[in-house]
């Protein structure tokens, strides 16, 4: 039993080497070889190949079925990994084998004929870029979803070699990670006050007064510089300094865009931005509430502006336009601005054709815009300063309970009206039963609550209900004609008429 297992590990080890020798086997030039050797121990897919992919190869073997060429996409680990459509005994990509890897081969070519990228596509790759799609080959080519839909996950912080170098927090070990792996060596740490300037326009984008920079100086304790930022970040100006970059990506403006670029007053978004980031609202409801606050149920007024981000488009005023073409075009950039702010992608490309390095078929960009096509708008907006629908009250406080004060007056009459309707309806239900309708046929007109009743016949203005009621004919008396309908009396008697 023993001798067995001695074999059977025997066996297992003599495999293990041979792969082993196999894997290194591989010869790479000089170059090549030298930039392999300086690459990190692991390699991420979408901060270090995925680029390389969608840069030098995509635009050939991506998502675009009308330019891929020799039917192969290397966009997808399925097609990938997969048989090559012209040589079925070969495939583009074996994980871990190199040798076995037809994309190995071709990126290492220097036949014309052969290599890849090829001339014709005018794109050539380094020797450092070489060596990481090498590398990932061999490490197991694993592909991940596109970076902006995978879930973040603290990662270990690395372990460097501190020497003299000091660390105070683990945000500088990722820093000399990265300096190591460069070959770089850090920069001489800046003095307080300069460290002060760069953190105050990092944080609010304002330059520390004098005072401060005194206090600062001044302040000797090991958290010195922890307490600038804790102040910095209790800045309202933080939030404006935040609010910058977001803005830019929700094409924020004050003006429509078009022709004479009227003004328009956007700034409740804008401040609704600066209030969440100062307020350091969650990035999910930051996304939801911008998206779609409107459709959630009861949404308050700060979540209906915050939708206001679908709408900070262009509107043309022009008079000469075609309506349904503007209306389509605002649609359009909802769509494209909701793919680069919120899905990290130019879903813009796909809206003429398949896009060439995402995955997003062009059909796909339009069952995305369908969802931005349901806004009650025009394409033409009011050449006035009126701004286009739907729009939103900002009532002060004040106003703002008077109108919650009315609402709730006309909400109570609304209630008392529909019971008024719903004991009306039981009582006209229980009048059918009884039949006692039927006696309005007996009846010359209606006698039941009758206030008063005038025949005027023979001039008579006397009410036949109550008697007391009479009425008085000022002026001339009438004239009184006979026609086929009866007769009937003629105020006003024009001669040659009757």
């Not at 406080?397 to 609304?414: A, D, T």
Request: hydrophobic share 40%.
């Amino acid at each position: 039993m023993r001798r067995l297992f001695f074999i059977l590990l025997g066996a297992v080890l003599l495999l293990a080497a041979s792969i082993y020798s196999y894997s290194s086997a591989v010869k790479l030039p000089a170059g090549v070889k030298e930039a392999y050797d300086a690459l990190p121990e692991k390699l991420d897919y979408n901060v270090d190949v995925k680029p390389i992919l969608s840069d030098k190869c995509f635009a050939c073997h991506g998502p675009d079925k009308a330019k891929q060429q020799a039917g192969l996409r290397l966009d997808i680990a399925e097609f990938a990994y997969a048989e090559l459509p012209e040589d079925k005994t070969k495939v583009a990509i074996k994980p871990g084998d190199l040798e076995g890897s037809e994309f190995f081969h071709r990126i290492l070519s220097e036949d014309p004929k052969y290599m890849m990228p090829s001339p014709e596509s005018h794109h050539t790759l380094t020797t450092t870029e070489k060596a990481i799609l090498i590398k990932w080959i061999k490490d197991g080519a694993v592909y991940k979803p596109h970076w902006a839909f995978v879930k973040p996950v603290k990662v270990a912080i690395p372990e460097v070699d501190e020497g003299n170098r000091l660390i105070y927090n683990p945000i500088d070990n990722f820093v000399l990670a990265k300096l190591e792996q460069k070959k770089l060596q850090p920069a001489k740490q800046a003095g307080k006050e300069l460290l002060l300037r760069r953190v105050s326009l990092d944080l609010t984008g304002l330059p520390p007064t004098l005072k401060e920079i005194d206090d600062f100086l001044k302040d000797n304790s090991s958290n010195a510089y922890e307490k600038q930022v804790d102040r910095l970040l209790k800045s309202p100006h933080y939030g404006e300094k935040m609010a910058v970059d977001w803005l830019d990506v929700a094409r924020y403006a004050d003006s429509h865009g078009y022709t004479i670029d009227r003004l328009r007053d956007m700034s409740p978004y804008r401040d609704w931005v600066i209030k969440a980031f100062n307020a350091n609202f969650p990035y999910n409801k930051f996304l939801q509430w911008q998206l779609a606050g409107d459709l959630m149920p009861h949404p308050t007024r700060d979540m209906i502006t915050a939708t206001a981000f679908n709408r900070n488009h262009q509107q043309n005023m022009e008079g000469g336009i075609i309506e349904e073409e503007f209306q389509t075009e605002y649609v359009i950039d909802r769509t494209n601005t909701f793919g680069t702010a919120m899905l990290a992608m130019s879903v813009g490309c796909a809206k003429c054709h398949d896009h060439k390095f995402d995955p997003i078929s062009q059909k796909n960009y339009y069952q995305l815009f369908s969802f931005f096509n349901n806004v009650e708008e025009a394409g033409q907006i009011s050449f006035d300063d009126a701004l286009p629908t739907p729009t939103q009250l900002l009532p002060t406080r004040e106003k703002e309970k008077i109108l919650q004060f009315i609402n709730h007056n006309i909400q109570q009459e609304r209630d008392q009206i529909r019971l008024s309707t719903n004991k009306a309806a039981a009582r006209f239900e229980q009048w059918l039963s009884t039949g006692n309708y039927k006696k309005l046929a007996l009846n010359q007109i209606p006698v039941n609550g009758l206030q008063a009743f005038y025949s005027f016949d023979k001039g008579n203005f006397t009410s036949s209900v109550n008697t007391k009621e009479t009425g008085v004919m000022r002026g001339d008396k009438p004239a009184f004609v006979t026609s086929d309908g009866g007769r009937h009396s003629c105020l006003m008697a024009i001669p040659g008429l009757i």
